[in-house]
Antibody, heavy 123, light 107 residues
Framework: EVQLVESGGGLVQPGGSLRLSCAAS????????MSWVRQAPGKGLEWVAN????????YYVDSVKGRFTVSRDNAKNSLYLQMNSLRAEDTAAYYC????????????????WGKGTTVTVSS | DIQMTQSPPSLSASVGDRVTITCRAS??????LNWYQQKVGTAPKLLIN???SLQSGAPSTFSGSGSGTDFTLTISSLQPEDSATYYC?????????FGQGTMVEVK
């Protein structure tokens, strides 16, 4: 079964750090771009970051640049999000997702999602 | 950044109604547009990719159309289980951007 399981969320004070993990199983993790998407309580979805199969290309939303770092360990089938200098506005459910790149059509999409892990930034 | 303007923010319709949700991109994104359904407390579920390709497992009552800047998600016959929030997502250029969402209530 194809599965993504996030972990590492919790309560952290403003200015603190947290590292999220996403464990992948049931598919060839090293063959896929991966993404992080977040959703603040009662708000819409926000794409956070993408990382290429070998980690050679990484993209971030502007609001997390310089504070968040996405990485992966293909040997461990794991995706990570290191979050530093956390702010109240980073409070959200964080989802990891598998990126698909179909042949013949230029349209990336995320079809496999984890259930999410919740990050709360508060004093 | 590419802005995605989704409308309406919410709608209420009856079982069997035809429902349309639109998404407009601030610049040409070709067919790099996906539609997601999200029910409360769960992860988003992909319905449509590449503007009009129905995802495996998604009900055939869902369809997508459009290209360039204007896109539409249509539910041909609304069902009680379609009560959810729907989001468009452009993946033409980073940063990927979602629409604001459309909350659909089934009367």
């Amino acid at each position: 079964e194809v599965q993504l399981v996030e972990s590492g969320g919790g309560l952290v004070q403003p200015g603190g750090s947290l590292r999220l993990s996403c464990a992948a199983s049931g598919f060839s993790f090293s063959s896929h771009w991966m993404s992080w998407v977040r959703q603040a309580p009662g708000k819409g979805l926000e794409w956070v970051a993408n990382i290429k199969q070998d980690g050679s290309q990484i993209y971030y939303v502007d609001s997390v640049k310089g504070r968040f770092t996405v990485s992966r360990d293909n040997a461990k089938n794991s995706l990570y999000l290191q979050m530093n200098s956390l702010r109240a506005e980073d409070t959200a459910a964080y989802y990891c997702a598998r990126v698909e790149i179909p042949t013949g059509v230029y349209c990336f999409y995320m079809a496999v999602w984890g259930k999410g892990t919740t990050v709360t930034v508060s004093s | 950044d590419i802005q995605m303007t989704q409308s309406p923010p919410s709608l209420s319709a009856s079982v069997g109604d035809r429902v349309t949700i639109t998404c407009r991109a601030s610049q040409n994104i070709g067919s790099s547009l996906n539609w997601y359904q999200q029910k409360v407390g769960t992860a988003p579920k992909l319905l449509i990719n590449a503007a009009s390709s129905l995802q495996s497992g998604a009900p055939s009552t869902f369809s997508g159309s459009g290209s360039g800047t204007d896109f539409t998600l249509t539910i041909s016959s609304l069902q009680p289980e379609d009560s959810a929030t729907y989001y468009c997502l452009q993946t033409n250029r980073a940063p990927w951007t979602f629409g604001q969402g459309t909350m659909v209530e089934v009367k």
